[in-house]
């Protein structure tokens, strides 16, 4: 950049599980930014929120700070993760909380307030631009990005002099740049907690006027947090009861599923936690062929152990990306599961999902109107690029000598403050 005093930029990726800031403040200076937490400092914010009742009113907290909150006190806590989720999602209108109705933007704009607390001063005075990744598709049935990009308008007003959304498989290309000395023809693929993005972007040699140009973009509503919901269904249900039967007089019936749709989200588990919820699911187990799982799922329930769970179902996936095979094991509530996985097992689960992800691959290879073999390198980033199948998809496609990591969650926020310091941001916006 020549200008001769560069603006002050944040870049920010708000992430359906985590949430990373980097700052850029001169030429060649970019850091990621420090962020507050109970264990000290970390770069790394969880994306969620928790709010609890006091005296004075409702309080709130944010990323590992709302993780410590509720698990101080689940009973009397409101937990809500992964909201980015529901951005683009029209029929999301509020979450009623303690009485309140709280939309999209609010529920935004309060974790950004508590993010800029961790953040220790980073954000203030107020940065000249903000550079907010947003992916290339949004997660949900028939998303709506005019509805997304309205709705992150409202969150992030007034928290920088100009706001600006850029891809962020492309801001991840921007930050692999820096490791290249030569020109490349890079496909970046972003694995996030809600949503797998590709970009095809032409990388110039150190020096260029314009080091990347992009060429081509896809994305699916498919990631990390798909693959838990796939543990979590293949595993984890018919240990608490899917799939058996009960009896109904003379009749002998399947369980309903409708009793574990909430189930999959472990902060909607914590709302079954009522007594007309409780009493359905004791007759229930009254009645059931199994009435000892339909017990493991009431002693979940009532004893606050979601985030429990879905921690070893968390625990069970990182296994999964190291070894051939893992372990899922949970204790609490008088619940004692331990269940051998194999990693054979957990991909056939997801098989369906690496289908479509390879899909939207292609999808970004023809609209670049680029082949496999033309690309000379794959970037791949995001939590969910550690899972062994994921990484075995480009292998198969593209070549092992071509792949490269690293930075997995870290890469986007650094390179959306790199991007930030452009001059023209308008070809870098989506």
């Known amino acids: 950049m020549t200008d001769a005093s560069p603006p002050n930029v944040i870049g920010l990726d708000f992430g359906t599980t985590n949430t990373v800031a980097a700052r850029a403040t001169g030429d060649t200076d970019v850091a990621l930014v420090p962020l507050m937490s109970p264990d000290g400092q970390d770069p790394v914010f969880r994306s969620a929120l928790c709010f609890w009742e006091e005296a004075q009113g409702v309080a709130s907290a944010a990323g590992p700070w709302a993780v410590e909150e509720y698990l101080a006190f689940p009973q009397g806590c409101r937990f809500i993760q992964s909201f980015k989720s529901v ?4 029929s999301f ?49 028939r998303p709506d990005p005019a509805l997304a990009r309205a709705r992150y308008d409202a969150m992030f007003a007034g928290a920088a002099t ?31 907690g809600g949503t797998s993005d590709f970009s095809v972007v032409r990388i110039a040699a150190p020096g260029a006027a314009r080091r990347c140009v992009p060429i081509g973009h896809a994305g699916v509503g498919i990631a990390g947090d798909r693959f838990d919901r796939r543990i979590i269904d293949h595993l984890l249900l018919p240990l608490l009861g899917l799939g058996g039967t009960y009896r109904s007089f003379d009749k002998v019936l399947d369980i309903p599923r409708g009793y574990f749709g909430d189930v999959a989200d472990w902060s909607r588990l914590a709302l079954m936690r009522n007594p007309r919820t409780l009493a359905e699911l004791e007759r229930l187990r009254r009645s059931a062929s199994d009435p000892d799982a339909i017990a493991r799922m009431i002693a979940i329930v009532e004893e606050e152990q979601g985030y429990a769970l879905y921690d070893a179902v968390g625990k069970l996936k990182r296994q999964l990306s190291v070894a051939d ?39 970004a290879l023809d609209t670049a109107q680029i082949a496999a073999g033309a690309i000379d390198r794959v970037f791949l980033t995001g939590g969910t690029s550690l899972t062994p199948s994921i990484r075995q ?6 070549g092992a000598e071509v792949i490269a990591t690293g930075e997995e969650l870290t890469s986007i926020a650094h390179g959306l403050a790199l991007v930030g310091r452009e001059p023209d941001l308008a070809q870098w916006e989506a």
Do not use: C, M
Request: glycine residues 8%.
């Open 87 to 90: 951005a683009a999602t029209a």
């Open 93 to 141: 209108n509020h979450a009623t909380i303690f009485g309140r109705r709280w939309s999209f933007e609010e529920l935004g704009a309060r974790f950004l307030r508590h993010l800029r607390t961790a953040a220790q001063g980073a954000f203030d005075p107020a940065p000249a631009r903000l550079i907010v990744g947003r992916p290339v598709e949004y997660a949900g049935h």
């Open 162 to 192: 100009s706001i600006h959304y850029v891809y962020e498989p492309l801001a991840a290309a921007y930050s692999y740049a820096t490791r290249l000395a030569e020109p490349a023809t890079v496909l970046v693929a972003d694995f996030g």
């Open 325 to 363: 095979k893992g372990v899922f094991r949970f204790e609490g509530g008088g619940v004692d599961i331990e269940v051998e996985v194999e990693r054979a097992a957990f991909e056939a689960w997801i098989a369906p999902d690496l289908a479509r992800i390879e899909a939207a691959v292609e999808r």
């Open 393 to 398: 998809l480009f292998v198969r496609r593209f």
